[in-house]
Structure formats: C-alpha cells, structure tokens
C-alpha cells in the first residue's frame, strides 16, 4: 500500500521554526515529485513546495520563499519540510503528496495524500 504520513506539527509563536516530516511507505520518492499543501480554515488548499524526483528542482509559493526550505532524504524515504519565520498566516493544516504525472503546485495533479499535521502560529 501506498502511504504518505506527516509529522512534525504543532504550536508555534511568530517568528519560530518547525520542520515538517513525510515518511513515504510503499513505494520509493525516486518515482515522484513530492508537494507540500496547505489548508486553512475557508480557504482553498494550496501549494507550497515541491521536489523534484531527482531533488534537483525545488518550487515555492511566493508566501513562504525565503522561510521554508523542501528537502529530501531517499535513505529514509522521507522529505522534510523547514519553516523559519513563521507568521499567524501560515496555520493551517499541512499535506504532503505524490505525483507521478506533472510537477506541479495546484493539488488537482497529486495522486496520494497524506492525513495531514496541523500547524498553529500564535502567541
């Protein structure tokens, strides 16, 4: 089975940092591009990084370029997801997905989703 769990949520003050976690099980993240998604209370999901298969390409939503960092690591079949600088802007609950079709930061493209971690920013 194909699996995708995040880990690394939780509550955070402005101007902190958390690293998210998505272990992949299943399958191996050479195949796939991997994304980060973000949902907020009535708001639509929406992209925030991405990897490429061979790591060598990275993406960013222009809300958090210069603040998060995607990386990953095939040994643990595990990519990580670093946010400095957190703003009250960036709560919301956290996915990461897989895509073996297009690299690309709308959701509509990702084939497997994880539950999700929440991340609240507040003092």
């Known amino acids: 089975q194909l699996q995708l769990v995040e880990s690394g949520g939780g509550l955070v003050q402005p101007g902190g940092s958390l690293r998210l976690s998505c272990a992949a099980s299943g399958f191996t993240l050479d195949y796939f591009v991997i994304g980060w998604f973000r949902q907020a209370p009535g708001k639509e999901r929406e992209g925030v990084s991405l990897?490429?298969?061979?790591?060598?390409?990275?993406n960013y939503a222009d809300s958090v370029k210069g603040r998060f960092t995607i990386s990953k690591d095939n040994a643990k079949n595990t990519v990580y997801l670093q946010m400095n600088s957190l703003k009250p802007e960036d709560t919301a609950v956290y996915y990461c997905?897989?895509?073996?079709?297009?690299?690309?930061?709308?959701?509509?493209?990702?084939?497997?989703w994880g539950q999700g971690t929440q991340v609240t920013v507040s003092s």
């Open positions: 997905a897989a895509t073996g079709r297009i690299a690309s930061m709308l959701p509509v493209y990702y084939d497997y």
């Open positions: 990897i490429s298969r061979s790591g060598g390409s990275t």
